[in-house]
């Protein structure tokens, strides 16, 4: 397989180290180098886990440049039958056997228990950031396990939150404390959390960062963005305004609503929050109108993203005509579909995206125009969805069309999104006392 020079430098800095991280901005490849470093590391037993929706796309990448290639053994670990060949090769092989390599899902990962027993294998993580917290289930699962090699893959591993960096530390063998790394490179402060009236230890900002880049160097981390090795084409962002509906304004007052039926009560802050958002979404005839406009004023493939199941169903419903047909050829990409056929298709085509199911991890470029129907209050999605179409491959300048209406809670997600902050209750009960709701 042959790589751009800069996954070969990539390689190259991390030579002399069995246990790396590649934290290169999506679009660089960093699939590519993953793999060639397993490669390299010659295990005979190898282990992949990645998001669910990505275990497909990571068989057919180690199918094609692993196993016609090397005569590597690939399984698919989420399939019990390919799981039990797995094993029962782990178990049985003798020296001079080619190599195995498992692929699974961090969900599916630590329901199964004979993976806490290998040995003397290769652990790959795709997107390492999903283990930042390790108290969760599967992140205690990988931390619990004892790979000889560990290569960790992300684009975003922080999302600029040094404090989350500390599971991956310790698996790269930076045998630092959770304690001792926070006093010396992360800054806090005693709050008190204005829900339950205790004092919290709030993180409020970092010290020592380029001492902790070094250190993160030392044990086999390598940055890199796409900036530093590509010159990628213009990004234009595009506000699509729309009124606040009546709805917003009285929910936001009186805190329930009954609309077509269904009673909306926002009891708590998250609940509220959470309402206000659809208010101004698929409840909002305008935006709704507005969304079909933009569809209307282009035949270039366009990517959506959403939040809820609801605007999905609102989007396509709008887009439906009277003979019950799409307008135009549809992908989906949600917690249930994973389907790019209309995307690769048709030039024409409309993909939906959930944003938790894929804004990391797929590649988009043949479009270069994304609308968002609604906004995430992450962040780390935000900034991984503008990525999808703004990547290697991408020729064309890249439009990014934001449906926003002015004066709501929308407004304010898309403040703090643009400073790299989740939106977060507190941000949303300050907003409420600004506008005195």
């Known amino acids: ?81 390919d799981f039990e060949r797995f094993f029962k090769e782990v178990k049985t092989r003798k020296s001079g056997d080619p190599t195995v390599c498992g692929i699974i899902n961090y969900d599916l990962l630590f329901r199964r228990a004979e993976i806490a027993h290998l040995t003397g294998f290769t652990l790959m993580l795709d997107e390492s950031s999903i283990i930042q917290n390790e108290g969760a289930k599967r992140s205690k699962f990988v931390l619990g396990l004892h790979p000889d090699n560990v290569i960790l893959l992300s684009g975003t591993p922080t999302a600029g939150k040094y404090e989350k960096l500390w599971s991956q530390l310790h698996l790269l063998g930076w045998g630092i404390s959770k304690d001792l790394f926070y006093k010396q490179y992360v800054t806090t402060e005693w709050m008190e959390d204005s829900q339950s009236g205790f004092r919290i230890k709030v993180v409020t900002g970092y010290k020592n960062v380029d001492r902790l880049k070094a250190k993160l160097a030392q044990h086999g981390a390598v940055f890199m963005k796409s900036e530093d090795v590509f010159s990628l084409p213009e990004q234009s962002f595009i506000s699509v305004t729309s009124k606040i509906p009546g709805c917003y304004k009285k929910f936001m007052r009186d805190d329930v609503i009954t609309i077509d039926g269904r009673e909306y009560v926002g009891d708590t802050t998250l609940s509220k929050r959470i309402y206000a958002r659809m208010m101004c979404s698929f409840l909002n005839r305008e935006r709704v109108a507005a969304f079909v406009d933009l569809v209307h004023s282009t035949e270039d493939r366009l990517i959506v993203f959403y939040n809820f199941n609801e605007e999905l169903n609102t989007m396509l419903e709008a887009l439906t005509t009277y003979t019950g047909e799409m307008e135009r050829p549809c992908s989906i990409i949600n917690g249930e579909k994973n389907d790019l056929t209309a995307y690769d298709q048709y030039e024409n085509s409309i993909t939906f995206i959930q944003y938790q199911a894929g804004s990391m991890g797929v590649n988009l470029q043949k479009a270069n125009k994304i609308i968002y129907f609604s906004l995430t209050d992450r962040s780390e999605l935000f900034e991984q969805s503008k990525k999808r179409i703004h990547r290697i491959g991408q020729t064309q300048p890249c439009f990014y069309y934001q449906m926003i209406c002015p004066g709501t809670v929308e407004e304010d997600i898309l403040e703090a999104l643009k400073m790299r902050k989740d939106y977060t209750d507190e941000l949303f009960k300050a907003y409420q006392a600004a506008h005195h709701c």
């Open 1 to 81: 397989m042959e790589l751009y020079p800069h996954q070969q430098t990539a390689l190259e800095e991390t030579r002399q180290y069995s246990r790396v991280a590649y934290y290169l901005d999506m679009g660089l490849g960093k699939t590519f180098v993953g793999s060639e470093k397993m490669r390299e590391l010659n295990s005979p037993v190898n282990l992949i886990v990645c998001q669910k929706s990505k275990v497909e796309d990571w068989e057919k990448h180690m199918i094609e440049n692993y196993a016609m290639d090397h005569c590597w053994i690939i399984y698919n670990l989420t399939d019990k039958k």
